[in-house]
């Protein structure tokens, strides 16, 4: 069982930066593939990026590459995604996800946090 908690989420401007944490519970969080998804209003939760249980692997959807970066600290077990150059269209919620496989780092995922709101103003 893995509990995730998100935070730093907010409101920025249009080409400002944010950076969203997620912190895992428990002492197994290096066996865990990670990956954040974002869900805007009216629209189906999205794949954002993902990371491999050691972090030597990354993944990153079109629309945020060059600008959102997935990185992790398993000796902190916590996952990152630094976002630069935020557009309004990155509004939405958030969520931090956990898989022990990599390839279900999607809709899939066994685990889930409860979401950080990112609101970016034109």
């Known amino acids: 069982q893995v509990q995730l908690v998100e935070s730093g989420g907010g409101l920025v401007q249009a080409g400002g930066s944010l950076r969203l944490s997620c912190a895992a519970s428990?002492?197994?969080?290096?066996?865990?593939?990670m990956g954040w998804l974002r869900q805007a209003p009216g629209k189906e939760r999205e794949f954002v990026a993902a990371?491999?249980?050691?972090?030597?692997?990354?993944d990153h959807t079109d629309s945020v590459k060059g600008r959102f970066t997935i990185s992790r600290d398993n000796a902190k077990n916590t996952v990152y995604l630094q976002m630069n150059s935020l557009k309004p269209e990155d509004t939405a919620v958030y969520y931090c996800?956990?898989?022990?496989?990599?390839?279900?780092?999607?809709?899939?995922?066994?685990?889930w946090g409860q979401g950080t709101q990112v609101t970016v103003s034109s």
């Open positions: 428990g002492r197994t969080f290096s066996s865990y593939a």
């Open positions: 996800a956990a898989d022990a496989a990599y390839s279900a780092i999607d809709l899939r995922a066994s685990y």
């Open positions: 990371i491999t249980r050691g972090g030597t692997y990354t």
